[in-house]
T-cell receptor, first 116, second 113 residues
C-alpha cells in the first residue's frame, strides 16, 4: 500500500491559465474522489468516480472544471481559465467498494494551487 | 442539505488535560459518522467511526459516541499528548451507494508540554 499520490504538490499560475492535477489512488481502490479545501475550512466534495465512470459532480464544479479517470486508475482534474478564487488545496481520496460498507477514505497530501 | 458543525478553534491544552471537541450534524436519512485527523504536513486520515445510534468509535485513546437523539458525535480523550496536536474534522457519510463524506470546518488542537 503506497498510499494516494498527488502531483504536483504546489502549483502557482497566473489568472487565465489552465492547470491540470494528477491523482494516483491506492491500486486496488475502485472509488476516487476530488475535494477542495480552503484555509480554515473542511474539505468540500467536488466529484466522484467509480472505476472510470464519473457518477456525481458538485454544484461547486463549474464548467471550467473537468475531471477524468480514463482507465479507472489515475485521475486528472483540469481547471481552465483559472481565477483567483480557485486558489485552494485540491485533495484526492480513494476507497474500495468491496467488502465493508462505509470504507474509510484514504487521502493524498493534496495539490496547493495559487492563482496570482 | 446535509451538514456538520463543530466547535471553533483553536483549542490549546496542557499535556494530560481532558479533551472534548463538540460536533453536531444535520442529515436526511441515517448517516454514518466519522472523525478524521490531519497532523502537520500529513494528509487527512480516519481516526474513528460509528455507523449506527449508540455505537462508540474509538482509536488511539480517542472516543466518540453516535447520539441520534441529540444529533451529536463529540470527540473525547482523557489525557492528551503533544503528539495529538493536529486539526480534527467531524464528518458524515450520506446514505447513497458510495462513500461520499461531508466534512465540518475542522478544529485545530495544540497541546503544550
Amino acid at each position: 500500500d503506497t498510499g494516494v499520490s498527488q502531483d504536483p504538490r504546489h502549483k502557482i499560475t497566473k489568472r487565465g491559465q489552465n492547470v491540470t492535477f494528477r491523482c494516483d489512488p491506492i491500486s486496488e481502490h475502485n472509488r476516487l474522489y476530488w475535494y477542495r479545501q480552503t484555509l480554515g475550512q473542511g474539505p468540500e466534495f467536488l466529484t466522484y468516480f467509480q472505476n472510470e465512470a464519473q457518477l456525481e459532480k458538485s454544484r461547486l464544479l463549474s464548467d471550467r472544471f473537468s475531471a477524468e479517470r480514463p482507465k479507472g486508475s489515475f485521475s486528472t482534474l483540469e481547471i481552465q481559465r483559472t481565477e483567483q478564487g480557485d486558489s485552494a488545496m485540491y485533495l484526492c481520496a480513494s476507497s474500495s467498494s468491496f467488502g465493508q460498507t462505509n470504507s474509510p477514505l484514504h487521502f493524498g497530501n493534496g495539490t496547493r494551487l495559487t492563482v496570482t | 442539505g446535509d451538514s456538520v458543525t463543530q466547535m471553533e478553534g483553536p483549542v490549546t491544552l496542557s499535556e494530560e488535560a481532558f479533551l472534548t471537541i463538540n460536533c453536531t450534524y444535520t442529515a436526511t436519512g441515517y448517516p454514518s459518522l466519522f472523525w478524521y485527523v490531519q497532523y502537520p504536513g500529513e494528509g487527512l486520515q480516519l481516526l474513528l467511526k460509528a455507523t449506527k445510534a449508540d455505537d462508540k468509535g474509538s482509536n488511539k485513546g480517542f472516543e466518540a459516541t453516535y447520539r441520534k437523539e441529540t444529533t451529536s458525535f463529540h470527540l473525547e480523550k482523557g489525557s492528551v499528548q503533544v503528539s495529538d496536536s493536529a486539526v480534527y474534522f467531524c464528518a458524515l457519510s450520506v446514505e447513497t451507494s458510495y462513500d461520499k463524506v461531508i466534512f465540518g470546518p475542522g478544529t485545530s488542537l495544540s497541546v503544550i508540554p
